[in-house]
């Protein structure tokens, strides 16, 4: 991947994002094969909605649909960090993978006589090395994703637990038998 690659611009679904990174359709496909992905819901046009403003104004019906919504958003975004920190997990063990070979390629490619170079050095060719550059960037584009993704996930629980307080309150009320 080229650093142009990181324009996120064209992305629109989790799918073209892993498709970014190296097995990250082939970790979706095997995903949905074992039954842990929810295909159909990554794969309409995703549209957050926004949070109503104003609980109280909505009929019990409304609540537990509202409430059933959020959940399921909530389980999306379980889905897609799933996801996400899988291909980290393998991009990461394939990082070090390039950095070591990297590492005994340079090595390999001192001539006999020659002074070995520095650990500082050879980290530095290590880093530069093409394979290793492009695993970093993958891992870049992971992290974007996981940070929004765990800022959805925060938010969705609040949401879930104004949600969950409406319906206490309710509850307490009917109870009470204050109308």
């Known amino acids: 991947m080229a650093a142009e690659d990181l324009n ?11 498709a970014r990174t190296r097995n990250g359709t082939a970790a979706v496909e095997l995903a949905n ?3 842990l992905w929810t295909e159909p819901v990554h794969q309409r046009k995703q ?3 926004a949070f109503p403003v104003t609980l109280s104004d909505l009929t019990p019906s409304q609540i537990s649909d509202l409430y059933a919504a959020w959940t399921a958003e909530f389980g999306r975004i379980l889905e897609l960090r799933g996801a996400i920190e899988g291909q980290e997990g393998l991009l990461r063990i394939q990082l070090k993978s390039a ?4 590492r005994a390629r340079l090595r390999r490619g001192v001539a006999e006589g020659e002074k070995a170079p520095s650990k500082d050095s050879l980290n530095d060719q290590v880093d530069e090395d093409p394979i290793v550059i492009d ?11 996981a940070a929004h993704a765990d800022a959805a996930k925060d938010a969705t629980t609040q949401y879930l637990a ?4 409406e319906i206490s309150f309710r509850d307490a009320q009917m109870k009470a038998r204050i109308y």
């Open 8 to 18: 996120l611009t064209g992305v629109k679904s989790l799918n073209q994002a892993l």
């Open 33 to 35: 094969r074992l039954g």
């Open 47 to 49: 549209e957050r909605p």
């Open 99 to 102: 950095q070591a070979s990297a």
């Open 135 to 145: 695993l970093i960037e993958q891992l870049g584009l992971l992290a974007v994703l």
């Open 162 to 165: 104004t949600i969950s307080r």
